[in-house]
């Protein structure tokens, strides 16, 4: 196969490009993105179950009678989706434009979140979930190397961090907003309100002119573009093998998977297991846990991006930042599900628990770019995000919401309740193997070669 990098100084660069407006865009339609995951878990939106106390339960619970499994399954239900269509999109960037590609994905997230609002019961919401994922994985696989290729080489951590810290920002603003929304117009509303949001984007993505991207083809016919079905999955089985003969993005895979698996369930079970811990009122709990997470999200993936800075911004320095985070994360949010006896001291104990695990949101995907060549960095993240996904934040929501089940099964309401600390603890623990891997992960390092000093090739 022919060398897909081309020459970037051969690309004149559009009229709208600065870098700084290129991450502001970017930071923008990555907050719309993650909103729509917390909007899925909010109390408002998602609800509650029937009862014989509340026989309609609420939100998307109570109106559509789920279960607790299947209530797991809308948080992941998306990511049927992302992993069918993050290598398609991660490959087709080699030979069309990774920009129109971005809009293409866009576009479709806009209508599938928009068919949410119109669901009809919970097989038409899961559709609509997974076709949210379709959308979403273009976004997943380019938009990091385009921060990659742009951004000033002495700060590359520095704009990862503000980049991602937009996942747990937008996380926070959708259970915020979704409690607010769903109360005053309904859990539908929501839904419709951030497909209109996104519009803008998609269109800009169309009628601007596309931003070049390290090994993605801009212009004209593809001489070398696969022409058939078998050329197309033979060209990939044989790209994701140079991916997964590196190491360090092995090791950084299997860590970050353990680390997902744990992050996922605090997203979608936190708000709920914190309201009924404590049995708190109304929405207080979205709000409380959303503003929690705006705040350590953003300073700990700030702070990551800053300790990496200062370290020296190696792949060994990376991991290890990685694992510290991992570790010290651990001991804070087993402090506060097992020892916290008020709902103050267990959210200033969780607080601190999540500011160290955010602190690994940049170095964790700088691995992921500088560990492999940068013709292969798309495909790379493809590969990372499929494995934390179908091995973390999938299967991790309805196996807790099952073990919860099992758990506070013949229980009084009271004893049920307490429960949660138990099912939550026991899926924390695998930050301490998350934070293992990532060490191991930097003593290889060491002796690996990080690919952004020099080797374009794959």
Known sequence: MADVAEDEGSFQKPRWFTPGRLLLIFCITNLVVYLDRGVIASNGVNGS??????????????????????????????????????????????????????????????LATFGCGLAVGFKSLIFCRMLVGVGEASFVALAAPFIDDYAPPAAKARWFATFYLCIPT???????????????????????????????????????????????????????????????????????????????????????????????????????????IYQLQGESADVVFGGVTVITGVFGSLFGGLALDALGSTLSNANLVCGVSNLVGLVFVLASFLAAKSFTAFIVLFALGELALFMMQAPVNAIGMWSVPPALRPL???????????????????????????????????????????????????????????LRGSFVSRRAKDYRKGGQGL
């Open 170 to 276: 937008g996380f926070a603003a959708g259970y915020i907003y979704g409690g607010l929304v769903s109360a005053a117009l309904g859990w539908r509303a929501a839904f419709f309100i951030e497909s209109a949001a996104i519009l803008p984007f998609v269109v800009f993505a169309f009628v601007s002119r596309p931003l070049h991207l390290t090994g993605s083809r801009e212009t004209g016919p593809d001489p070398d573009a696969p022409k058939s079905f078998k050329d197309v999955t033979t060209e990939l089985a044989l790209d994701a093998s140079r991916v997964a003969s590196h190491t360090v993005w092995l090791h950084m895979t299997a860590a970050y998977v353990m680390y997902t698996a744990v992050l996922g369930v605090y997203a979608f079970w936190g708000p709920k297991a914190g309201k009924r």
């Open 49 to 110: 179950p029937r009862t014989e106390q509340q026989p309609m339960g609420s939100g998307i619970q109570g109106e559509f009678d789920l279960s607790n499994t299947q209530d797991g399954f809308l948080a992941t239900a998306f990511l049927v989706g992302l992993l069918l269509a993050s290598p398609v999109f991660s490959e087709s960037c080699k030979h069309y434009s990774a920009f129109r590609l971005i809009g293409i994905g866009m576009g479709t997230w806009a």
């Open 380 to 438: 790379a993240i493809s590969m990372v995000t499929v494995s934390i996904h179908l091995l973390g934040d999938v299967p991790s929501p309805p196996v807790v919401g099952a073990i919860q089940s099992a758990l506070e099964a013949g229980k009084a309401p009271a004893e049920a309740d307490a429960q949660w600390r138990i099912s939550m603890s026991l899926i924390s623990l695998l930050l301490a193997f998350s934070g293992a891997t990532f």
